[in-house]
């Protein structure tokens, strides 16, 4: 893995800290970073994305290899850690902060966000609308350190979550088996 060969893919799927295990333990991902992004506050804090006067979503950056792992791939693992019918925000995350966004680097990634989101209302899989937007990617701001690889640092309380957000039981429900 050069670093010319790398690109960037940017989700917003609810919470950050349930979103970057799922992407982080992928071949050909070189790291995940949790953040805010979307706003058009400055350098934003948790608690400044949270009061809802930001903008921002909570988000992940991921550095990829897309000859190890393709955006389109990425896309599919996306979906299938959110709820793509709820703009409401994610589970028990609810607002702006929580929206579910694709947000695309470039042109190719737009297409195949749409290509995917259109496939996957046309699959029937869901019986309300997949309404997750798909816009252009802005500056992206790290959260705190102490979101970073939450997974990793928090084990019980990430895994806690999962299944206390209702988040677990909607993926099992709609994407396992």
Known sequence: MTKESLEKATFAG?????MVKPFDTQPGIEKVVSGYTGGHTVNPTYKEVCSGTTGHTEAIEITFDPAIFPYEKLVEVYWQQTDPTDAAGQFVDRG????PVIFCH?????????KSKAALDASGRF???IVTEI????????AEEYHQ?????????????QVASGRA????????G
């Open 14 to 18: 609810g919470c950050f800290w349930c």
């Open 96 to 99: 702006d902060s929580y929206r």
């Open 106 to 114: 470039n042109d190719e990634q737009k297409e195949i966000a749409e």
């Open 127 to 129: 019986k309300k609308p």
């Open 135 to 142: 816009a252009k990617a802005e500056t992206f701001y790290p």
């Open 149 to 161: 690889d939450f997974y990793k640092k928090e084990k019980a309380h990430y895994e806690g979550y």
């Open 169 to 176: 039981a909607f993926i099992d429900a709609n994407w396992k």
